[in-house]
């Protein structure tokens, strides 16, 4: 409300014209090309020498800002949500890096409006599907990302999904809350589930995360673990069997989506991997949405092909309110908070943090992706 009244009197004030910038506490406001005025904050008056960092977002880590701050001049948008497209393709410019997350489309427009000064984009992420990477290297710019940090916290996740999936915890949860738990009272097959035990775990992608959730899961007593994906990993042998896409789908009583979004994973579970599958087949995905052909899980769910899928990843993010996948009773979905952990978000942002300063600075990145 406050904020609201706050831009009304900046849009009607005399002093703003659309471009300029106005000082509020080094808080300067921008309008964009459709009239709208948003906010960032300078770290600096920005007459120095220091290299200029575009940060997408102001809830950063405190401890990953303080190494930023003490080095270069920021610019950091000031609100909670991803910034606008046409707000940053305004502001971006002139910059030296640029802190980005995954809701921020880096792409060719984006970088010709950054222009020849960016030398490097430190990517918030492991996934990096938001950006246009042979573009990034045309033009010679660095990028820097953030695995192992978060390969934890987003097994643990994902375990979390296929438990909540498997175990029916959202219907259990409703039926609590409605009143089907008091008509019903126990009952022999009330809200009976999939069992981990003696089952099969495909895992489709055995990077970081999916290894992550293998180890996790062997406490659940698996009897088999399959896995598929680009190559074969010989250190894996006497834990998993690498088998083909085909394989994994028919064989599988879980399947586990954990690979990176790229041009030959895009929906590459489509009508055809869930027509393969088993009817007690819990699908779950913690990888990316595009992964998969959403009508096609729909439909798989809702005429019970599979038993019931756990998503922390979907098209589009955010979900709308009223979209299908919230409304189908086997199916769970949560908003992509894989890595939503304090301590994996701190070690993220500090990784990001120290891939800008060693690109700039001309040391090796901590973990450089390009
Ligand atoms: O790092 C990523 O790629 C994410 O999806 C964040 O959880």
């Known amino acids: 409300m406050i904020r609201s009244k706050l831009i009304q009197f900046i849009s009607s004030s005399p002093f703003i014209s659309p471009t300029s910038f106005s000082t509020i506490n080094k808080t300067f406001l921008s309008s964009t090309s459709n009239g709208a005025i948003y906010s960032i904050r300078m770290s600096s008056s920005g007459s120095g020498t220091k290299p200029k960092v575009f940060v997408s977002r102001p809830d950063i880590p405190k401890a990953a800002m303080k190494l930023l701050e003490d080095k270069f001049q920021l610019t950091i948008w000031t609100e909670p949500r991803p910034v606008p497209r046409d707000f940053l393709l305004q502001n971006v410019g002139g910059s030296d890096a640029l802190y980005c997350l995954i809701t921020d489309k880096i792409d060719k427009e984006l970088l010709d409006a950054a222009g020849p000064n960016l030398k490097v984009i430190g990517t918030m992420s492991v996934g990096h599907d938001h950006i246009d990477m042979p573009e990034v290297k045309k033009r010679g710019i660095q990028v820097g990302f953030t695995p192992n940090v978060l ?59 999916g290894q992550a959730v293998m180890k996790r899961l062997k406490a659940f007593d698996v009897a088999k673990f399959l896995y598929s994906g680009r190559s074969a990993k010989p250190e894996l042998k006497d834990e998993a069997n690498f088998v083909d896409f085909d394989t994994l789908c028919k064989e599988s009583d879980f399947v586990i989506v954990t690979c990176a979004l790229t041009p030959e994973t895009k929906e590459i579970f489509n009508e055809r991997a869930f027509s393969l599958m088993k009817p007690n087949c819990v ?49 769970v979905v ?37």
């Open 151 to 209: 390969t934890n916290a987003t097994a643990e996740t994902t375990l979390a999904v296929l438990l909540a999936a498997s175990r029916r915890m959202f219907e259990a949860r409703e039926e609590l809350l409605n009143g089907g738990w008091a008509k019903s009272a126990w009952g022999p097959e009330y809200l009976c589930g999939q069992e981990l035990t003696d089952s099969t775990v495909g895992i489709y992608g055995m990077g970081r995360i």
């Open 283 to 331: 699908f779950v995905n913690t990888s990316r949405g595009g992964t998969v052909d959403q009508e096609a899980l729909i439909k798989a769910l809702k005429t019970n092909q599979i038993f019931s899928a756990g998503l922390d990843v979907m098209t589009p993010e955010p979900l709308p309110l009223d979209h299908e996948l919230t409304k189908i009773r086997n199916c």
């Open 334 to 370: 949560v908003p992509h908070i894989g890595s939503a952990t304090y301590k994996a978000r701190t070690d993220m942002a500090v990784t990001t943090a120290k891939n800008i300063i060693a690109a700039l600075e001309g040391t090796p990145m901590p973990a450089k992706l390009c």
